[in-house]
């Protein structure tokens, strides 16, 4: 991977010596860092350009954690606008119970633009292994004496099942939100707790098992059935290629058999499947492929891909390039092939990741916040009605679980406090202000008994419009 990486980067080989003398001098005499909740980032520009160069998470509650690897400064700026502020010393706290009530993890999309902005530090207190909450008001409203819960959730987009709402916590682990009870509890995870968790995906299998996956902090993939069972790890990448952001999934069912195949970008840029058959509910071994787009684009964030495709369509999996176009890799006759998609309808790049509705189309989010679509097989990207003046630097998200929603979740207004747009065919619906300004994208639910969609705002907490009324804390 060492190989790899500096002849990427540099140009040439390096020695083992060579990379071990530039994790020390990252370290030592970084050309910039800042701390979050369980590391130490560290970068160190390389070369003549500014703009490459190395960096180093240094974990300190799971130093096999830690890692190094080359990627460009917007990817670093991201991370530290994601969460940065958090003093790792004289904490003393251990894995699995970290600060709360900040914004402190890293996001771990990849970077679309730079953006050095800082979040800031909050006083440490330990979570309750399960918590239960106060019932809520008639209609979720909030009041200055409405109790407080800082959960320290990080900014990764909470996921969701019938059950629970999960979600990334600032120390690098999962916790989960009861969301079929009146009340509502979190219960933190105990089984998988190694603070070395970025983010999650929730997959509801179709002749594979409910599973939730994982990138790592140090960018491998992993997978669990639920919280009561540890991470496993399902592999490397080719080539040793550190993963990062959000993975996509999906189950190709076949007569015998069913692929599960997980998508996820790497921070070379590259698109990378892991896949693997399953056979009377017995999982095969695990197989990777890496796909590159042409002429040397890159990939800036994380794929979507169309879930509810009828039956003989081929596969299709969509990503943002760095040249601000959206690109979708087609499936035809078992031959992979690029199509770009196109560009933003007025010249301005695309930046956030795309998200895919079955009813409506591809979304996008360019670097003016205006929300564009186009249709599935392309004809290209026009302004959604009532789509301007949203965050440019929040992925969109949609629910294909319920067919007939077509809705399209996004977050509105870089200012602060930020709104939350609930967003369809017919344009955008304002729920207001949020309790704190939002950081995650959001979390659609579709089968909850409150009907509501979940964000993390900047003081680290699940928030939800109750019934569409108000904002509420989790």
């Known amino acids: 991977m060492q190989q790899n990486e500096c002849q990427q980067y540099l140009g040439r080989s390096c020695t083992q010596a060579e990379w071990q003398d530039m994790v020390r001098r990252a370290i030592q005499n970084p050309t910039d860092s800042f701390a979050r909740w369980n590391a130490d980032v560290y970068w160190l520009s390389t070369g003549t350009s500014q703009l490459d160069g190395m960096i180093v998470i240094l974990n300190h509650q799971n130093i096999n954690a830690s890692t190094a690897f080359?990627?460009?400064?917007?990817?670093?700026?991201?991370?530290?606008?994601?969460?940065?502020?958090?003093?790792?010393?004289?904490?003393?706290?251990?894995?699995?119970?970290?600060?709360?009530?900040?914004?402190?993890?890293?996001?771990?999309?990849?970077?679309?633009?730079?953006?050095?902005?800082?979040?800031?530090?909050?006083?440490a207190k330990k979570p309750a292994t399960s918590r239960a909450l106060p019932p809520r008001l008639s209609k979720g409203k909030a009041a200055t004496d409405e109790p407080f819960y800082p959960k320290g959730l990080s900014s990764a987009t909470p996921q969701e099942d019938n059950t629970y709402v999960y979600a990334v916590m600032n120390n690098g682990n999962m916790t989960a939100f009861n969301k079929t009870q009146a009340t509502g509890s979190f219960t933190d995870d105990t089984a998988g707790a190694d603070c070395n968790t970025a983010t999650i995906t929730t997959h509801p299998g179709t002749g594979t098992p409910n599973t939730i996956y994982g990138v790592t902090?140090?960018?491998?993939?992993?997978?669990?059935?639920?919280?009561?069972?540890?991470?496993?790890?399902?592999?490397?990448?080719p080539g040793g290629a550190q993963l990062v952001g959000k993975p996509a999934v999906?189950?190709?069912?076949?007569?015998?058999?069913?692929?599960?195949?997980?998508?996820?970008?790497?921070?070379?840029?590259?698109?990378?499947?892991?896949?693997a058959t399953y056979t009377n509910g017995h999982r095969g071994d695990f197989s990777w492929e890496n796909y590159t787009l042409p002429g040397g684009v890159k990939i800036v964030n994380d794929p979507s891909l169309n879930d509810r495709l009828p039956s003989g369509t081929p596969r299709q999996i969509f990503v943002t390039g760095n040249d601000g176009n959206v690109w979708r890799l087609d499936n035809q006759s078992g031959s992979w092939q690029w199509t770009k998609i196109g560009g933003s309808d007025d010249g301005h790049p695309f930046v956030t990741a795309p998200t895919v509705s079955s009813k409506y189309g591809?979304?996008?989010?360019?670097?003016?916040?205006?929300?564009?679509?186009?249709?599935?097989?392309?004809?290209?990207?026009?302004?959604?009605?009532?789509?301007?003046?949203?965050?440019?630097?929040?992925?969109?998200?949609?629910?294909?679980?319920?067919?007939?929603?077509?809705?399209?979740?996004?977050?509105?207004?870089?200012?602060v406090p930020r709104n939350d747009y609930f967003y369809n065919d017919t344009g955008c619906v304002s729920f207001g202000p949020a309790l704190a300004p939002i950081v995650s994208g959001l979390a659609l639910g579709w089968n909850d008994p409150r009907g509501e969609e979940y964000v993390v705002d900047s003081m680290g907490n699940l928030d939800f419009p109750y019934q569409h009324e108000g904002w509420a804390h989790s």
């Open 250 to 275: 999906e189950d190709i069912v076949k007569s015998s058999s069913t692929v599960e195949a997980v998508w996820a970008i790497g921070t070379d840029g590259n698109l990378y499947q892991r896949s």
């Open 70 to 123: 080359f990627t460009n400064y917007a990817y670093y700026q991201r991370q530290a606008a994601g969460g940065a502020g958090i003093p790792t010393g004289g904490g003393g706290a251990t894995c699995g119970s970290g600060p709360v009530g900040a914004k402190g993890t890293a996001k771990s999309n990849l970077p679309q633009k730079p953006n050095a902005a800082k979040g800031s530090a909050a006083a």
């Open 362 to 415: 591809v979304y996008a989010v360019d670097s003016n916040g205006d929300l564009e679509r186009t249709p599935l097989q392309g004809g290209g990207f026009k302004l959604a009605p009532a789509g301007t003046g949203l965050s440019a630097d929040i992925n969109p998200t949609t629910t294909n679980a319920d067919p007939g929603s077509g809705a399209v979740g996004v977050v509105g207004g870089s200012s």
């Open 217 to 237: 902090i140090d960018g491998k993939l992993r997978d669990r059935a639920n919280m009561t069972v540890p991470w496993a790890d399902t592999g490397t990448a």
